[in-house]
């Protein structure tokens, strides 16, 4: 669930990086994804292989995803997307209004044409900051399977701290029960950060 105090509605989008321009999906950006979301090597990773674009179509603009889609555009051209999804962490039932809203999962995906120049990097940094300044959540996480070794680089690479390698958690459509990481970064320390 989005947050009610800090909407992602009241961003100032486009969000602009050196290289990159993020705005929130619509629904004409399922085309433009599709492209690249077909491809087997980006499909392995994502929770969803869709056979066909109309099948990834209807799941594109679903309630409970086109809201929490942002497209990365690079000289208007779309190179990849990230997911946004504030979400409610846990907390006992006495407390559990307080914990409404303060965090988010965070997701990416890349056009694999454009990897391996530092992209993704810049959009999820830029993500981050999004979240803590702008939305003013107080922690982000993001999972991924211990075989991503790209997806767990990324994390690495903007000082994201590994919390979790759950051992054998996650089926993969392959059949194979596979190792998850779960990454985190709190808002106390990302502002640690930049002051010091
Ligand atoms: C996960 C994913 C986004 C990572 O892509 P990526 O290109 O490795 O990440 P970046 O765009 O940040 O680029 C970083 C790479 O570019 C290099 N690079 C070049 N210029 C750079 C710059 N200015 N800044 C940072 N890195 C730079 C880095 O060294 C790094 O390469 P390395 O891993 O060989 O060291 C991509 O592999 C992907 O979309 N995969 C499929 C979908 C997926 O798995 N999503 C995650 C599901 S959990």
């Keep these: 669930m989005m947050s009610s105090m800090t909407p992602i509605a009241d961003v100032t989008w486009p969000v602009r990086t050196e290289r990159l321009s993020i705005r929130p999906a619509t629904a004409d ?10 491809v087997p090597s980006v499909a392995m990773w994502m929770t969803t292989a869709p056979a066909t674009f109309k099948e990834y179509a209807d799941l ?15 000289d208007g051209v779309i190179v990849g997307d990230l997911m946004l999804a504030v979400e409610d962490p846990w907390a006992q039932a006495e407390v559990k209004e307080q914990a409404e809203g303060v965090q988010a999962e965070l997701g990416w995906c890349l056009r694999p044409e454009e990897e391996g120049q530092g992209l993704a990097t810049e959009a ?10 702008d939305l003013g959540l107080r922690r982000v996480v993001a999972n991924c399977f211990a075989a991503n070794e790209p997806s767990w680089r990324l994390m690495e690479r903007i000082g994201m701290r590994c919390e979790e390698h759950a051992v054998q958690d996650s089926l993969h459509r392959n059949g194979e029960w596979m190792d998850g990481f779960r990454y985190a970064l709190l808002a106390d320390e990302w502002r640690a950060r930049q002051n010091a």
């Excluded at 399922?30 to 077909?38: D, F, K, L, N």
């Excluded at 594109?60 to 690079?74: A, G, H």
């Excluded at 999820?124 to 300044?133: D, Q």
């Design 124 to 133: 999820v940094v830029e993500l981050i900051r999004l979240c803590f300044e």
């Design 29 to 38: 950006d399922a085309e433009a994804t599709w492209e690249y979301r077909r």
């Design 60 to 74: 594109f603009v679903l309630e409970d995803r086109l809201p929490k889609t942002l497209i990365m555009e690079r």
